[in-house]
């Protein structure tokens, strides 16, 4: 069974950082195509960053220069560095994983979310 556990969430002022954990069991995340998404109140979820198992990284336009996504194979937890976090950033952040079986069928997997709140 798998299970993607986020952490690192919370309330930081304007400028600041956070470092999001997602902590998979039951799946290799370097096999996989991680992903972190984000939804605000009334907005659709949206792709944040993802990385492949090859190690290629595509970002929003909105975050690009301020977030980087990274792995530790070793703990199999994926990351997110939230740099320079703006009002606009708030939103539940949710970890993803999408893998291929042996006969190429997809599964999507998703984490329970982590709140990000920027307010002075």
């Known amino acids: 069974q798998v299970q993607l556990v986020e952490s690192g969430g919370g309330l930081v002022q304007p400028g600041g950082s956070l470092t999001l954990s997602c902590a998979a069991s039951?799946?290799?995340?370097?096999?996989?195509?991680m992903g972190w998404y984000r939804q605000a109140p009334g907005k659709q979820r949206e792709l944040v960053a993802g990385?492949?198992?090859?190690?290629?990284?595509n970002y929003a336009d909105s975050v690009k220069g301020r977030f980087t996504i990274f792995r530790d194979n070793a703990k199999n937890t994926e990351y997110l560095l939230m740099n320079s976090l703006k009002p606009e950033d708030t939103a539940v952040y949710y970890c993803?994983?999408?893998?291929?079986?042996?006969?190429?069928?997809?599964?999507?997997?998703w984490g329970q979310g982590t709140q990000v709140t920027v307010s002075s």
């Open positions: 990385t492949t198992s090859g190690g290629s990284t």
């Open positions: 993803n994983a999408k893998s291929r079986d042996i006969f190429l069928r997809e599964y999507d997997y």
């Open positions: 039951g799946l290799t995340i370097s096999t996989a195509t």
